[in-house]
Structure formats: C-alpha cells, structure tokens
C-alpha cells in the first residue's frame, strides 16, 4: 500500500498570524466569528479527511467501483463527517482561533433557534412558598458573574432572577463547589449534563452557567414552561418527575424548588421596592 500523502501536516501554521480584535467587539460579533471559526475548522477536517482517503479513491470508491454515485457519497458523508468532528470535540481549531481573535475561549454552540427562545415561564407557585434572603457573601460572589447570567438569559431564555436563584441554592456562587454526587461548579453540573449540553471545561464559570442555563431551559420546555416541575427536574432529573407525576416526594428535592421559588421570590420583592 502507497503511503498517505497529507497535503495539510500543520493545520496550526494557518492562523500564527491572525491579527487580532478589540476587545470592545459585540456579542453579535463574536456569536458570528464562533461559527466562522467552527464552519473553518469543519472545512480543514473535511480537505484533512479527503486527503486521507485519496488512496482508496474515497471512503465509497471512485466511479469505476460497483456501486451508483459513489463520487456523490463520498463528498457528502465526508462533509456530515467533518461537521460531526466539528461540533464535538473537534480539532482544536476553531478554539485556536477564537482565542486568537479575542483572546477569549470559544463559546458554547447551542442549538436552539433564535425564535425558540423565549419561554413563557409559569411561577404562580411562587405564592406558595416563603421568602429567602442569601447572605451578603453569597450576593458578592454572584455579582462577578452578572454579565454571563445576562447572556445566558438571552441565550435561552430564562429569566436572570430564575439564573441567579438556581446559583445561590446549587453552591452559593462558589465557582469551585463540588457536591458529595461529585456535580460541580456553579451550577452543579454532573459530567453526564455537562458533557451533553457542550461543556468542555465544567470548572469554567461561563461555560458552567451556559451549560446549566441550556439544561434548565431544556426542561423548562418539557414541563411547558412550568418551573416547579422543571426545578424539581434539573435535581432529581426528568425520570423521577415524570415517575411521581409531578415533584418526587424526596425531602432534598422538595426543600431545593423552595429554596429556589424563596431566592426568587426576594428578588422580586428587591425590584419592587
């Protein structure tokens, strides 16, 4: 067998001299510099994967091969392939040059659409429980990460208040907390959740509320915008919500969706006065 011949040995060398941004550059413009440098990337792994397969005249055969458009499936399943790289771990690329860019690490990829967005959120039960004051040092520690919670928020959705009162009541805003389950950072994620909403570095405060924001929107949909239901959830998980037809009759679950409707529930009386 002939050797490979890689037209691509250094994808790196491509963007040494990536002049880079202000830092003043809007979140529009980063939201579309991310996907440029993802659409980049997936483009290098597709000329990466074809010049792999060269040899063997595609990963389906040349036209010469039994077999009907093989050319055709090739093209296209390397394409699906490339972009299935891209969006999971990837090569390292697209991070290579957002960092560049920015100097900050790249942003998660969430997929869901702009006119998916926004959530009508029922907190009516709210009525039921009592207030709850965090302490002083809890808020101090939360205000270094009122801009991300901003974002997050119109990234899927979910009220800033609801952000912040699942913050306080997972960790306290202590961005290194780790439970005895081993969920960690601010917003508690277990590896399982992270892993599935995009998180590559869990102890990253940004990518951690991102993550946890995503999967309490995604719950939030499920339960059609009831928040009790989706708090109870994103605890004791989807199955045992739907097993108990509503919050499981766990003590720690229980007193969870309280502490949280009692955070939100004293921001709301903060605003009104």
Known sequence: MDDLKLKITDLSKHINRTPELSDSKGIKDKTKLAKASKDFE???????????????????????????????????????????????????????????????NLPLTIPIKSTEKTLDINTTDKANYNKVEPSQ???NRLKAYEDIIQEASEEFG?????????????????????????????????????????????????ENIFGGTKYLSLMLRQYNGDL???????????????????????????????RVFGYLKNWESENES
């Open 137 to 139: 040092s809890s808020i």
């Open 42 to 104: 997936s483009l290098m792994t597709s000329m990466l994967i074809k010049s792999m397969t060269q040899n063997s005249k595609g990963m389906f055969g040349g036209e010469e091969e039994d077999g009907f458009g093989n050319d055709m499936m090739s093209v296209l399943y390397e394409s699906q392939l490339a972009d299935m790289i891209t969006k999971n771990k990837g090569l390292g690329i697209a991070d290579m040059i957002y960092r560049k860019l920015t100097g900050e």
């Open 228 to 258: 009790k239901l989706a708090l109870a959830a994103y605890n004791a998980g989807p199955g045992n919500v739907d097993k108990y037809n509503g919050i499981p009759p766990f003590s720690e679950t229980k007193q969870y969706v309280a």
């Open 158 to 206: 979910v009220p800033e208040n609801v952000i912040k009162s699942v913050i306080l009541t997972e960790s306290a805003a202590n961005p290194q907390a780790i439970s005895r389950c081993k969920a960690k950072g601010l917003m508690q994620l277990m590896d399982g959740t992270a892993k599935d909403m995009g998180v590559r570095n869990v102890w990253d405060a940004r």
